[in-house]
């Protein structure tokens, strides 16, 4: 078990790719704080988490909100005693342009994407730091490198800051022993792309090398290869999960 009594928080836990990393975690091993603003679905995870003779403590929580989010935190320190990964993994898309955008759309993506991750990242740095260890992984996406004719400019804009954030911290902790990197998923079924149609759908596929569409499971194993000892000298980096669609 490569995450064996390991406490892990993991933001937008509820659903698609929180869901499936939340539940690979607990299957090595990990303690899990999973957190999301849909308290029903949480409920529902944390009934497979206990199914599979897993622990969890979920937590329901606007990222946005940085009291929400440091209450999370004392919660999760309170109950588990450490805080050994945080996957910033919640976060919304707007579809539109720069002209049909609203600029609450714009300020609700930046505010959940972006300041969102910071929250998190400024609640857990205080515990690692105290620990001397600590990983975290963001999960941004493909949008982030190379932009997005589809979604709303917000999106991918929040992505690129998140990065940037990611590289910053990493600079900032590697000295504390804290790992921070990211993932950059393109085309994983979910929710989000549940929403396509058929022949934009199709136009997705025609653009993956790999021919298929991700599955959540792709990205949470990248999510626990960067978060395991395996990736020990691994920090700033952009790990792309999107079947060969964009290679830089
Ligand atoms: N699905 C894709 O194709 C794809 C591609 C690239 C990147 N991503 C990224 O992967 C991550 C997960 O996406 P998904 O496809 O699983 O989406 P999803 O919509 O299925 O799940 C996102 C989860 O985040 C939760 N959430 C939303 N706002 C929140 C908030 N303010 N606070 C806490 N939780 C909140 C939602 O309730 C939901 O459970 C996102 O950051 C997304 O940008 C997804």
């Known amino acids: 078990m490569r995450f064996k009594d390991q406490v892990a928080i993991i933001t937008g836990a509820a659903k698609g790719i929180g869901r499936s990393i939340s539940l690979t975690l607990v299957e090595e091993g990990a303690k899990v704080v999973p957190v999301d603003v849909d308290s029903e679905a949480l ?3 944390q009934a497979e988490i206990e199914k599979r003779g897993g622990q969890a403590l979920p937590f329901t929580c606007d990222i946005s909100k940085r009291s929400a989010v440091e209450r999370m935190v004392e919660q999760g320190l309170k109950v588990f005693g450490r805080i050994d990964l945080l996957v910033n993994n919640a976060g919304i898309i707007r579809r539109g342009t720069i002209e049909t955008v609203s600029e609450e759309d714009w300020d609700r993506v930046i505010a959940i994407n972006l300041k969102g991750t910071f929250n998190c990242c400024k609640a857990v740095v205080g515990p690692m730091k105290r620990q001397r260890s600590g990983k975290i992984v963001n999960v941004s996406s493909i949008a982030g490198k190379s932009g997005d004719i589809t ?10 800051g998140a990065d940037a954030l990611m590289k910053t911290l990493a600079r900032q902790l590697a000295p504390s022993g804290i790992r921070v990197n990211a993932v950059a998923p393109h085309a994983i079924e979910t929710e989000m792309s549940a929403q396509w149609s058929d022949e934009k759908r199709r136009e997705v596929i025609a653009g993956i090398p790999l021919g298929r ?6 990205v949470a194993e990248a999510v626990l290869f960067l978060a395991s000892d395996a990736a020990s000298f691994i920090t700033g980096e952009i790990l792309d999960v999107n079947g060969g669609a964009l290679m830089d």
């Open 43 to 45: 409920r529902s995870l």
């Open 151 to 160: 979604s709303a400019p917000g999106y991918g804009s929040s992505k690129a």
């Open 213 to 218: 569409l991700g599955r959540p499971e792709d």
